[in-house]
């Protein structure tokens, strides 16, 4: 048993690295990327998108999958995945490289979200699945943990690099910057390959899920699986429960259910209530705050190395509170946890909404004085004094920022300028790094008219259009630390509800017959969710605010606090057949 929640464990432990190692390496790669690959704000959201997208491809089959070969090949095939990605990533030189790396982690991912819970449910025994489903749970968190020291750890070299470089000629310096991150985020990503080797080999040891045994007519097999785990009074009383839920599956009475299975009062209420839990546990925005939260942080006023501090801080506290929600989740059960998480998120997102709203009112509109600076359909600028001072920037009061959204015709990008970024890059916009050309693929589609994207003939002649320029105080530490309690609530809140429960949501509520496509499907929807919300991230807090993104969380939040308090059952020492005799009647 201990052999089994360790190895399962550890596809928490990869499936929290594939959420939060971008968090980490973002920065530098924003840094490094934007200048050698010319990646526009919408591109880079696009990277830190792509591990959703993948777990939203691979959701689509996962379940199939796991049905065909089982849950432990199936496991096998997750981790050889995401050790496969790691290389790709890490040695990528160009944007597709590190697109296709990052979309394969996430279809490794997608695999261990449906397979992994699903293994667990059909393997453990009722008054021991809750805390099975949390040390998933708990292992997740401690990939984030671990996640966030590879970047801190990180960080701190790239800022003994800063301060070594200051010591150099202003060309040399920009150089020597930009290999320091350009090593750092890749370094990040060859971190995480240990990890992913002992899952691999690990899943291979397993033993199969005795339900899915027991569904192909391997009944010795099922019974030897949970001998494994179960003495054998328990063993037999649960083969007997197992073959009473076989029998009805195939019985004349159930043969009718059986042709369309989601559509029946028995299977769709449990089927669309997980949907809506899992859909409403991403719209709370949790993986896009963990994936930019050293970005969110940065903005909000913590400098440097401190920010990834705050961010190895944040995901210890998700890491403690989740063995908190271990001990709580099979006595106060699943119900309770989630109006307690869901009502503590909601208080946390509008707290640090009002905060980043109190910074972002004091900008200033230079969108007039910057359009004024565009030359040739390009533009040049630099955080120097004479240009912040051109643009009216007091001078002495601290560090500003300019931030800059800008189009070519139908093509569009967001840039931000700090004056206190040692490398004093410039602020460049051109038509070559800002119209992005049709791919062979994306030319075909264009032609059948499917393609959803700009297209690049629309800004051959387009001028540069200056759409919002902002100019503003770089907010005090201060102001940073406050932004940071309110995310600590946050994931406090996250990590005793939803972080816990939705897995338990995803695996118990589901019947027998449908569960594992249903899991597939409502898995599908969370990460649909989750990968909208990330791809549109950085474009959105470039023209409107980080305020935005956190008020939206935190209206989604009052729906899911709703659904829990008025729609889901307690399900807490019940069977999984129990579970699905309750929505039968």
Same mark, same amino acid.
């Given at each position: 048993?201990?052999?089994?929640?360790?190895?399962?464990?550890?596809?928490?432990?990869?499936?929290?690295?594939?959420?939060?190692?971008?968090?980490?390496?973002?920065?530098?790669?924003?840094?490094?990327?934007?200048?050698?690959?010319?990646?526009?704000?919408?591109?880079?959201?696009?990277?830190?998108?792509?591990?959703?997208?993948?777990?939203? %491809?691979?959701? /689509?089959?996962? !379940?199939?999958? +796991?049905?065909?070969? &089982? =849950?432990?090949?199936?496991? #096998?095939?997750? $981790?050889?995945?995401?050790?496969?990605?790691?290389? %790709?990533?890490? /040695?990528?030189? !160009?944007?597709? +490289?590190?697109?296709? &790396? =990052?979309?394969?982690?996430? #279809?490794?991912? $997608?695999?261990?979200?449906?397979?992994?819970?699903?293994?667990?449910?059909?393997?453990?025994?009722?008054?021991?699945?809750?805390? &099975?489903?949390?040390?998933?749970?708990?292992?997740?968190?401690?990939?984030?943990?671990?996640?966030?020291?590879?970047?801190?750890?990180?960080?701190?070299?790239?800022?003994?690099?800063?301060?070594?470089?200051?010591?150099?000629?202003?060309?040399?310096?920009?150089?020597?910057?930009?290999?320091?991150?350009?090593?750092?985020?890749?370094?990040?990503?060859?971190?995480?390959?240990?990890?992913?080797?002992?899952?691999?080999?690990?899943?291979?040891?397993?033993?199969?899920?005795?339900?899915?045994?027991?569904?192909?007519?391997?009944?010795?097999?099922?019974?030897?699986?949970?001998?494994?785990?179960?003495?054998?009074?328990?063993?037999?009383?649960?083969?007997?429960?197992?073959?009473?839920?076989?029998?009805?599956?195939?019985?004349?009475?159930?043969?009718?259910?059986?042709?369309?299975?989601?559509?029946?009062?028995?299977?769709?209420?449990?089927?669309?209530?997980?949907?809506?839990?899992?859909?409403?546990?991403?719209?709370?925005?949790?993986?896009?705050?963990?994936?930019?939260?050293?970005?969110?942080?940065?903005?909000?006023?913590?400098?440097?190395?401190?920010?990834?501090?705050?961010?190895?801080?944040?995901?210890?506290?998700?890491?403690?509170?989740?063995?908190?929600?271990?001990?709580?989740?099979?006595?106060?059960?699943?119900?309770?946890?989630?109006?307690?998480?869901?009502?503590?998120?909601?208080?946390?997102?509008?707290?640090?909404?009002?905060?980043?709203?109190?910074?972002?009112?004091?900008?200033?509109?230079?969108?007039?004085?910057?359009?004024?600076?565009?030359?040739?359909?390009?533009?040049?600028?630099?955080?120097?004094?004479?240009?912040?001072?051109?643009?009216?920037?007091?001078?002495?009061?601290?560090?500003?920022?300019?931030?800059?959204?800008?189009?070519?015709?139908?093509?569009?990008?967001?840039?931000?300028?700090?004056?206190?970024?040692?490398?004093?890059?410039?602020?460049?916009?051109?038509?070559?790094?800002?119209?992005?050309?049709?791919?062979?693929?994306?030319?075909?589609?264009?032609?059948?008219?499917?393609?959803?994207?700009?297209?690049?003939?629309?800004?051959?002649?387009?001028?540069?259009?200056?759409?919002?320029?902002?100019?503003?105080?770089?907010?005090?530490?201060?102001?940073?630390?406050?932004?940071?309690?309110?995310?600590?609530?946050?994931?406090?809140?996250?990590?005793?509800?939803?972080?816990?429960?939705?897995?338990?949501?995803?695996?118990?509520?589901?019947?027998?017959?449908?569960?594992?496509?249903?899991?597939?499907?409502?898995?599908?929807?969370?990460?649909?969710?989750?990968?909208?919300?990330?791809?549109?991230?950085?474009?959105?807090?470039?023209?409107?605010?980080?305020?935005?993104?956190?008020?939206?969380?935190?209206?989604?939040?009052?729906?899911?606090?709703?659904?829990?308090?008025?729609?889901?059952?307690?399900?807490?020492?019940?069977?999984?057949?129990?579970?699905?005799?309750?929505?039968?009647?």
């Amino acid at each position: 048993m201990r052999y089994l929640l360790f190895i399962a464990g550890m596809g928490g432990l990869l499936y929290g690295i594939d959420v939060g190692i971008i968090a980490g390496a973002l920065p530098y790669l924003e840094s490094t990327a934007s200048q050698a690959w010319q990646l526009s704000a919408q591109q880079l959201s696009f990277i830190v998108a792509a591990v959703l997208l993948g777990s939203v %491809l691979s959701s /689509l089959f996962a !379940g199939a999958l +796991a049905d065909a070969i &089982g =849950r432990r090949w199936a496991m #096998v095939l997750a $981790g050889g995945l995401f050790t496969a990605s790691i290389p %790709l990533i890490a /040695l990528s030189d !160009g944007y597709t +490289a590190l697109l296709l &790396g =990052r979309l394969l982690q996430g #279809v490794s991912g $997608g695999l261990i979200g449906v397979v992994v819970p699903l293994y667990l449910a059909e393997c453990l025994h009722a008054r021991q699945r809750g805390r &099975g489903a949390a040390l998933f749970q708990l292992l997740l968190t401690v990939g984030l943990v671990a996640a966030a020291v590879i970047g801190y750890i990180e960080a701190q070299g790239v800022e003994a690099a800063v301060e070594t470089a200051k010591l150099l000629p202003e060309s040399a310096r920009a150089e020597a910057l930009f290999d320091a991150k350009d090593q750092a985020w890749r370094r990040i990503f060859w971190m995480c390959l240990a990890p992913g080797v002992v899952f691999t080999i690990g899943s291979l040891s397993l033993a199969e899920s005795p339900r899915w045994l027991a569904r192909r007519g391997r009944i010795e097999q099922a019974r030897a699986a949970l001998l494994r785990t179960r003495t054998p009074a328990e063993t037999e009383a649960e083969m007997r429960d197992i073959g009473a839920g076989l029998a009805l599956v195939h019985s004349d009475i159930a043969a009718p259910r059986a042709t369309d299975p989601l559509l029946s009062r028995r299977y769709v209420l449990p089927f669309l209530l997980a949907c809506l839990i899992l859909a409403c546990t991403q719209a709370t925005g949790i993986n896009s705050i963990l994936a930019y939260v050293v970005n969110i942080l940065n903005q909000a006023g913590l400098p440097g190395a401190t920010a990834n501090m705050a961010d190895v801080g944040l995901k210890v506290l998700n890491a403690v509170m989740t063995v908190a929600a271990v001990a709580l989740v099979d006595t106060r059960g699943r119900k309770f946890l989630l109006m307690m998480g869901s009502a503590g998120i909601v208080v946390a997102l509008v707290a640090a909404g009002l905060l980043f709203r109190s910074a972002e009112g004091t900008q200033r509109d230079v969108t007039a004085l910057v359009q004024a600076a565009v030359v040739n359909d390009g533009l040049s600028l630099r955080a120097d004094g004479a240009t912040l001072q051109a643009l009216g920037a007091a001078g002495g009061n601290g560090p500003v920022q300019l931030t800059v959204a800008y189009a070519y015709g139908p093509f569009t990008n967001v840039q931000a300028l700090r004056s206190d970024d040692p490398a004093l890059p410039a602020l460049a916009v051109s038509r070559d790094a800002t119209v992005q050309q049709d791919s062979v693929i994306g030319a075909f589609f264009r032609k059948l008219h499917l393609n959803p994207f700009a297209n690049p003939r629309d800004a051959v002649g387009a001028p540069l259009r200056i759409e919002q320029a902002m100019l503003g105080a770089v907010p005090p530490p201060s102001h940073g630390w406050l932004v940071a309690l309110a995310i600590f609530l946050f994931v406090a809140s996250f990590a005793v509800g939803p972080g816990v429960c939705v897995w338990l949501a995803l695996s118990e509520l589901m019947p027998t017959r449908i569960r594992s496509n249903g899991m597939s499907i409502a898995l599908l929807i969370n990460q649909f969710v989750s990968t909208v919300i990330a791809a549109v991230f950085l474009p959105t807090v470039g023209r409107h605010g980080y305020s935005t993104m956190f008020f939206y969380g935190a209206a989604c939040t009052v729906v899911y606090f709703l659904a829990a308090a008025f729609l889901l059952p307690e399900t807490k020492g019940k069977t999984l057949e129990e579970i699905e005799a309750h929505f039968a009647r």
